[in-house]
């Protein structure tokens, strides 16, 4: 029994260990990406593999864009559609948080995360699209960590060069391109909205943005947008 339950302690403390490791390589990541621009992020590498699994020769569409060179109206409509309190909290928006647990707990099951930009980053850049509670924690402190070493600009930069805007098209430039023939820099403001209204599920999207929920979202993103408060 005592040889038994002394394998178990030191199974217990291997374990820590390998999750206590894996938490320093994150903040690593995390720290060199404070000037250090990404090239490339879980999710993409999923993309990839899920592209190449019919065309073996298939590629991102992706192209890293300053801050600068990203149409304001497109920051006004993203942090309007998917993070209003983005400039306010330090991570978590806990009214929605609440909103989501209350739906979680209606359907007995994780079906929403009432997600900010930042956690959202934070599952992209690490992560998979899994909904399970252990990821979830696992966001959260992914999410502390950028909160704690980024500023705003820099989450808001990286995010809107990185997030998925339909099938192998990653980013605000290639999104641009994409579907407007124009750069992340000359977006209109009509552009941006429908561009953010895409966010939520875009590979759906991009095929069916004549679809009333898409319509709606847009007119929603496009009443918002122009209060919306975005760094500088």
Not at 116 to 129: D, E, M, R, V, Y
Not at 142 to 170: P, Q
Request: charged share 25%; glycine share 6%; proline share 3%.
């Amino acid at each position: 029994m005592r040889t038994a339950w002394r394998w178990f302690g030191k199974g217990v403390a291997t374990a820590v260990t390998l999750v206590l490791l894996y938490q320093v390589w994150l903040f690593a990541h995390v720290l060199w990406w404070i000037d250090h621009n990404p090239a490339s992020t879980s999710f993409m590498e999923a993309g990839l593999a899920r592209q190449q699994e019919k065309d073996p020769d298939a590629e991102l569409r992706h192209k890293w864009v300053p801050y600068d060179h990203i149409s304001i109206h497109l920051k006004r409509a993203i942090v309007a559609a998917e993070d209003a309190k983005f400039l306010n909290h330090e991570g978590f928006d806990v009214e929605g948080i609440q909103t989501a647990v209350e739906k979680n707990l209606k359907k007995g099951r994780l079906v929403a995360g009432g997600s900010t930009i930042s956690q959202q980053l934070a599952k992209n850049l690490f992560l998979s699209g899994e909904r399970s509670f252990i990821r979830k924690g696992q966001e959260a402190v992914i999410t502390l960590m950028i909160e704690a070493t980024w500023s705003k600009r820099r989450i808001l930069e990286v995010y809107l060069n990185v997030i998925e805007w339909g099938n192998g098209i990653y980013g605000a430039e290639a999104a641009a391109r994409r579907y407007y023939k124009t750069s992340a820099a000359n977006l209109s403001r009509d552009q941006a909205a429908r561009l953010a209204a895409m966010v939520p599920n875009p590979r759906w999207y991009e095929n069916h943005r004549s679809s009333r929920a898409y319509q709606r979202r847009v007119a929603v993103i496009s009443r918002y947008m122009g209060s919306a408060q975005v760094p500088r």
